[in-house]
């Protein structure tokens, strides 16, 4: 699965072959095939796997309870973190959304990946909705506010030397990593985030 994740992120669906991720692993084709009966099977399970971790670790980080501000907060933070951790992550994710065209929708890979994707933006969207209820976020938008989300963080992190070259150094790198957290949180206080002591 590791060895699929940095083919596809490199070259997406159609540029990877079956025989390549089997000579990647030690594999014949023929075993890998015993694994995954087609190659849009394991980029189904590819991508689900990244996204069962997405959800997983956000689901935790919203367990902690506290306001919808500060729970937004922490789910940009353990995003970031998570993207961040394993660059093929992103590419891979942005990718997936370029090429859904390719997958049929009918795999039981691809159903489980859009599950974990879709419980992911329901998180999202539920604490913004909640935000805006308790007063602690402005009314807005909330599917223009996840593709916003979406665009900050994740394209970020799949831009590779695009975005070096953008920032100037490297976006993976520690420093940059907690610069991209503030600056998107800044961003969201700042346009969403009610602060109590303003108004």
Known sequence: MEAAEELFARRG??????????????????????HFRTKADLYAAV???????IDLELTRTLARGGGAAERLDRWVDVLIDLLA???????????????????????????EADKALYRILDQARSLLKEGMA??????ASIPHLLQSLIGMVVYHFA????????VGRSIFGADEVERRKREVKAFLHHGIIIDPEKN
Do not use: N
């Open 85 to 111: 951790s394993t660059p093929a992550h992103a590419r891979v994710l942005l990718r997936s959304l370029f090429e859904d065209d390719e997958l049929s929708g009918e795999l039981p890979e691809q159903q």
């Open 134 to 139: 308790s007063g602690e976020v402005r009314a």
């Open 159 to 166: 831009s590779g030397e695009v975005g070096d070259g953008i």
């Open 47 to 53: 991508v689900g796997r990244i996204l069962a971790e």
């Open 13 to 34: 669906f159609a540029g990877v072959g079956m025989s390549e991720i089997a000579e990647a692993v030690g594999l014949s084709k023929s075993t890998l095939f015993h």
